[in-house]
């Protein structure tokens, strides 16, 4: 009876292949932590905005990063594999509505368009906060608030409040598309982006991700520090 389940074990590894790599699946579930971490500080117990603007510096350096690993990174994570035309994006948004099977290892088109919003929002977001005021506990400013026109830094102050509001319309929507796939497909993407993998499938997209080193994700982590708080600094900005 052992004998049988290890060979079970042993034929259902045989069957997934590799979807994500693991520096793409930190940065989806710490971008995830950071979002739910910034309203929190915002709205309770931090004192001059001191986590929530770390939390800024942390979304712009991973948003920074994610624009790079979509550059240089594994196959699956390059923007090259998943920007799609709309006419693409709209005829597998009709093809998922009649139930066409199409399955794709990476982001289908209308996936990789929605990655694509999300990450506009939070780097805008994240950007704008760089320009705005608070006054949340006392008249709290971003590192660049005092380098800006009173108008600049009122549009930048009111449209940081609003792309949030618009971010949790899009993450809620997101939720909804991962629960639709998961009753109307019977694929899991949840689990894919925490696991790695995928059932092996005829994918359309590519059939295995080929993998780039981890240490090229390191250092575009660091090229990241480097452009953000570099940037901040050399505008005349003072990082807390």
């Not at 942390?58 to 994610?66: H, S």
Request: net charge positive; glycine share 8%; charged share 15%.
């Amino acid at each position: 009876m052992r004998q049988e389940t290890l060979h079970a074990e042993r034929a259902s590894r045989h069957d997934r292949v590799r979807a994500w790599d693991l520096p793409t699946r930190l940065f989806h579930w710490t971008l995830v932590i950071l979002v739910a971490t910034a309203y929190v500080s915002k709205h309770w117990g931090d004192a001059n905005l001191v986590w929530h603007t770390w939390n800024g510096y942390a979304v712009l350096v991973l948003i920074v990063w994610r624009l790079l690993w979509g550059l240089v990174g594994s196959s699956t994570s390059r923007f090259a594999s998943f920007i799609y035309s709309p006419i693409a994006a709209l005829r597998y948004a009709l093809d998922f509505v009649l139930r066409k099977p199409r399955q794709y290892l990476g982001h289908n088109p209308l996936g990789g368009l929605f990655v694509l919003v999300l990450l506009g929002l939070v780097g805008a977001m994240a950007a704008l906060g760089l320009f705005s005021y608070d006054d949340h506990d006392g008249f709290v400013g971003g590192p660049l608030s005092g380098r800006v026109s009173d108008a600049t830094w009122e549009f930048a102050t009111r449209w940081h409040i609003r792309l949030f509001d618009i971010l949790l319309y899009a993450i809620g929507a997101h939720i909804v598309a991962n629960v639709v796939y998961l009753v109307w497909k019977g694929e899991n993407l949840i689990q894919a982006m925490i696991t790695g993998h995928k059932p092996a499938r005829s994918y359309e997209d590519q059939s295995a991700a080929r993998l780039a080193s981890p240490w090229l994700a390191l250092a575009c982590l660091l090229l990241a520090c480097a452009i953000v708080f570099g940037s901040i600094i050399s505008a005349g900005g003072k990082v807390l």
